[in-house]
T-cell receptor, first 115, second 111 residues
């Protein structure tokens, strides 16, 4: 299967760290992405990780990839109210036959940051 | 570059009407995608294309058609609109092994 799964909701206090998790099933994925969607808007790329990496850090964002368990996580340090949004993980299926180059999104995690 | 441009931004259709959602990109991207996002839900892939003249079905293609006669344009056609097609539609494009860029969406209501 090609399901990408995420928990639906996460609530954190301002200043705390947020960890958003994602599991995927396509072991052929070469890139995995995190997108952010604010209310009424399109999707914006936050960060991505190549499949031969375990970790990538970009300012307040840390991406961890466990290929063995097909698990991806996004950690947001010092979470702010402006981080409230829906976060999607996405994978690119790179199979040669049947579904190659499909960009599949997770179900999205709604992050709510409380004061 | 304008990026990915979708038109219209909003549309109300009556049941049984047809319409075409337009998507164009000026980044010379090979791959283009159409998704629908229902309220409170994730994105479901409708159709995608890896280049001009090539299209493939995604998860939810029924009720839709696409064409890719040029690299720039990837229109999505609804022939007989149904209430179940009420959704927000996003078009995206990318180059191989790079991130996807999204349009701002088309909010469609079928009544």
């Amino acid at each position: 299967g090609e399901d990408v799964e995420q928990s639906l909701f996460l609530s954190v206090r301002e200043g705390d760290s947020s960890v958003i998790n994602c599991t995927y099933t396509d072991s052929s994925s070469t890139y995995l992405y995190w997108y952010k969607q604010e209310p009424g808007a399109g999707l914006q790329l936050l960060t991505y990780i190549f499949s031969n990496m375990d970790m990538k850090q970009d300012q307040r964002l840390t991406v961890l990839l466990n290929k063995k368990d097909k698990h991806l996580s996004l950690r947001i340090a010092d979470t702010q109210t402006g981080d409230s949004a829906i976060y999607f993980c996405a994978e690119i299926s790179c199979r040669v036959t049947g579904g190659g180059n499909k960009l599949t999104f997770g179900t999205g995690t709604q992050l709510k940051v409380e004061l | 570059n304008a990026g990915v441009t979708q038109t219209p931004k909003f549309r109300i259709l009556k049941i049984g009407q047809s319409m075409t959602l337009q998507c164009t990109q000026d980044m010379n991207h090979n791959y283009m995608y159409w998704y629908r996002q229902d309220p409170g839900m994730g994105l479901k892939l409708i159709y995608y294309s890896v280049g001009a003249g090539i299209t493939d079905k995604g998860e939810v293609p029924n009720g839709y058609n696409v064409s890719r006669s040029t690299t720039e344009d990837f229109p999505l056609r609804l022939e007989l609109a149904a209430p179940s097609q009420t959704s927000v539609y996003f078009c995206a494009s990318r180059l191989p092994d790079t991130e996807a860029f999204f349009g701002q969406g088309t909010r469609l209501t079928v009544v």
